[in-house]
């Protein structure tokens, strides 16, 4: 029953089946990216309570919406047409592109976890580089990204990060990648292109992973990952392997 309905956004197939004398009808191969673009253009957060309405300073585009309670460092810069929500931190240094979205709660730039011993003392190391992302990124809320030891944290263009994850210093995370809640990627770890990694994976330092790489949830990734992988488990290890694994152990009762 549609009779509530003004208008549907459908494919092909389904449209054939729904008399159009009843409904207007939107056809396209990809219903769902229609309805998102729709969603998105008939949003206007410019006059929302969360967001500030006085100057922003000569660093930040006069076209990008500042939440109320966002902390911003010295020397940050933002794009345009970038949101960022109440209650985000950005540290000095942090370099934002265009069309970047941060979420509530997020951190940018802060003090990276890096420590050295000293007669069986943990020292703190300094870390004074910074976090730079690019354009059309989203970063989820309460994800924390620290600044690099001396050079920068790098976000590259089209990156989606969820909820909840924590990127260490040093990291470089390739374009186009796509990082679900809850994981953990350790420092100086450089992630390729078109990764998509899912939540609660836990990557050790160091380590790099190829271009159109896939990581399962709760994956721990503890070595290089060579280019176009499907990878799962710990360690991860591709995953036609690890469901072998996990039927042999199901046959021995485990």
Request: with cysteine.
């Amino acid at each position: 029953d549609y009779s509530n309905l003004d208008c549907l956004i459908t494919n092909k197939e389904i449209s054939s089946l729904i008399d159009e004398k009843k409904l207007s009808l939107i056809i396209h191969d990809n219903p769902l990216l229609v309805f998102s673009k729709l969603i998105k253009d008939s949003l206007d957060l410019s006059k929302n309570s969360l967001f500030l309405t006085e100057p922003k300073g000569d660093l930040i585009s006069d076209s990008t919406l500042i939440g109320n309670n966002v902390s911003i460092g010295s020397n940050v810069t933002i794009g345009e047409n970038c949101i960022i929500y109440p209650n985000s931190t950005l540290c000095d240094g942090t370099v934002i592109g265009n069309n970047v979205v941060v979420h509530p709660g997020a951190v940018i730039g802060s003090d990276g976890f890096g420590l050295v011993q000293e007669k069986g003392k943990w020292i703190k190391v300094p870390h004074i580089g910074n976090v730079v992302i690019s354009d059309d990124v989203e970063i989820g809320a309460n994800t924390t990204i620290d600044r690099g030891t001396l050079d920068s944290t790098v976000i590259s263009n089209n990156v989606k990060i969820d909820n909840l994850v924590h990127i260490a210093h040093n990291v470089i995370i390739g374009e186009n990648v796509c990082i679900a809640a809850q994981t953990g990627i350790s420092g100086s770890v450089e992630i390729g292109n078109n990764v998509t990694v899912g939540g609660k994976v836990g990557f050790a330092g160091h380590i790099k992973i190829g271009n159109n790489v896939v990581v399962a949830a709760r994956s721990g990734v503890t070595k290089n990952i060579n280019e176009n992988s499907v990878v799962a488990g710990f360690p991860a290890i591709d995953i036609k392997e690890w469901k072998k694994n996990i039927i042999r152990q199901r046959k021995n009762g485990h």
